[in-house]
């Protein structure tokens, strides 16, 4: 059958004498990648590679291109750079022409989400094959007859060879991500960081569902036994890949959703999860991943006698990484989807001790705290770092959020009433102090009131107004301590948590005053109230 789409490059005006290896499946990409030297074979069948000195994505050399269409629809910031029309002609004038100079290219043709109303197809160009096996395991693959009338809706150029010009260009470096979503076309130079194409196509959805009352998450989803599904937002450390990888449950995705009318979809067909200090014991369906032919592991160490991996070894970067097709993973959704969540769980690692293992949020409350995308890092290895440090992500994944954040904080709330969906706000961070006085909440707390919130017993318990935050939390849970369930009592010296929690409470207050004007009354009035 044929995996060329009669819709080829010339159609698009992209003109190049590369030899072009259209739709290639896993095992030919596979063989390229290694015969080209761009990575080698583990013991077990994966395939390794190092993405050179960018071992994450490069957020300040991304743009997008301000124009008619983006103007007014941006939320135009330090994350949101704009890139002048001008600048961008010269950088796509030079994109072809470095294209049009290449030997060989990889096109994958793929759809950017599950749910077929609302994904975009999506053509990507590689300079080398495991980018290309890379961005054909996250995203979505068409069948094999769906290829021959494949039409791109949108178009990304992954050349790591070129190097911008950054007064030609108008970028800040030799390295460049450019996002024009008027030509419906992103470009990326100088970087061999895989991630960059993946969420590129997120940035895209986030763009463009809105418009169509779809909410775009940056969240994990699964659905239960009694087929209702949940959303698990979070940053990183909170738990959301371990709370959600929940064996008695159905993953959809471990990353990047649409909430519409009907569903909760996954935008990708793979994971993308993180390596360092990854063990069978631990997170086993993970793990089992990295021994399978067709995972890519970025920057693992491998012992080069034995092809055996060091998943400890972080000489290289922290952010070690494995991308795998969800069907990896045994307990997956055929169709990448579920319904409607009935749940939606917000993950915060509150390192100064002061919120509740579990909490039941309003509507409103829920928009106020999905905007503040609280957690708390713990005290650095700097000298004089020695309490934790609050970190605001707006809707949980700021950096991948083209429009303002209000609009992403609105459709939550909207679809939440719209459902009926129960809101929770889960804290995974300490208890009895803040780091290091208090202890880590224990795991077994956390998915017992995680489980009673989802099984829908957690709506049969009493609940107290928390008189700090205003939320409702439970007094007594069955299989809980109830004493953690009251953080100022686990603390030997409950001055001292009134103090922080104060603190926190202005830290919210202080981080929501962007959002102010941009929420109703009933959102202004959710959150805690300073003293």
């Not at 960018?54 to 135009?76: C, H, L, M, P, Q």
């Not at 067909?269 to 995972?295: D, H, Q, V, W």
Request: aromatic letters at 10%; hydrophobic letters at 40%; a negative charge.
């Amino acid at each position: 059958m044929a995996r060329v789409p009669a819709y080829g490059l010339d159609r698009q005006g992209f003109s190049t004498a590369a030899a072009l290896h259209w739709n290639l499946t896993t095992a030919p990409l596979v063989e390229a990648a290694v015969a080209r030297g761009e990575g080698e074979l583990t013991a077990h069948g994966a395939l390794l590679v190092d993405t050179g000195k960018f071992t994450g994505r490069s957020v300040k050399d991304k743009y997008i291109v301000r124009d008619a269409e983006t103007e007014a629809t941006i939320n135009w910031g330090a994350i949101n750079q704009p890139m002048a029309p001008d600048h961008w002609a010269a950088l796509k004038a030079d994109f072809l022409a470095g294209l049009a100079e290449q030997g060989e290219l990889y096109v994958a043709d793929l759809y950017g989400g599950s749910q077929p109303e609302y994904r975009v197809n999506v053509r990507v160009i590689n300079q080398m094959a495991w980018h290309n096996l890379f961005i054909r395991t996250l995203l979505v693959r068409p069948e094999a007859d769906e290829l021959a009338g494949f039409v791109p809706d949108y178009t990304i150029i992954n050349l790591p060879s070129f190097k911008a010009d950054p007064e030609r260009h108008g970028c800040r470096s030799d390295t460049v991500i450019a996002v024009n979503f008027t030509e419906k076309l992103i470009l990326i130079g100088n970087t061999e960081y895989s991630g960059e194409m993946k969420k590129g196509v997120f940035g895209l959805l986030n763009y463009l569902l809105p418009a169509k009352g779809v909410m775009p998450m940056h969240c994990s989803a699964n659905i239960g036994p009694d087929g209702k599904s949940a959303i698990f937002f979070g940053l990183s450390g909170t738990g959301k890949t371990t709370l959600s990888a929940d064996a008695s449950r159905t993953l959809i995705g471990d990353d990047e959703h649409g909430w519409s009318d009907q569903a909760v979809f996954n935008f990708e067909g793979g994971c993308y999860a993180k390596m360092i200090n990854l063990s069978a014991e631990g997170e086993p369906e993970i793990y089992a991943t990295t021994r399978m032919f067709g995972t890519i592991l970025e920057n693992v160490a491998m012992d080069e006698t034995t092809r055996e991996l060091d998943f400890t070894d972080a000489s290289k970067t922290e952010n070690t990484r494995g991308a795998y097709p969800i069907e990896f993973i045994p307990n997956h959704s055929d169709d990448n989807l579920g319904p409607a969540p009935s749940n939606v769980i917000m993950l915060t690692a509150d390192a100064f001790g002061v919120l509740p293992p579990i909490a039941r949020l309003t509507a409103d409350q829920a928009m106020y705290y999905f905007l503040s995308g609280y957690t708390a890092k713990v005290a650095g290895t700097e000298i004089g770092v020695t309490e934790p440090e609050a970190t605001f992500s707006t809707c949980f994944g700021a950096a991948f959020m083209p429009r303002h954040p209000s609009v992403y904080g609105n459709l939550l709330k909207e679809r939440i009433a719209k459902g009926g969906a129960q809101c929770w706000l889960v804290n995974t961070g300490w208890t009895g102090g803040q780091y290091g006085t208090g202890k880590r909440m224990p795991i077994k707390a956390t998915r017992a009131l995680l489980n009673a919130a989802l099984d829908g017993s957690l709506a049969n318990v009493e609940f107290r107004r928390d008189p700090n935050f205003g939320f409702d939390v439970p007094v007594a849970v069955p299989g809980v301590d109830t004493a953690i369930l009251d953080p100022r009592s686990t603390w030997a010296d409950q001055d001292d948590y009134d103090r922080t929690a104060k603190k926190l409470v202005d830290l919210f207050v202080a981080n929501f005053g962007q959002f102010e004007t941009h929420v109703d009354q009933g959102v202004r009035e959710a959150g805690p109230i300073a003293a």
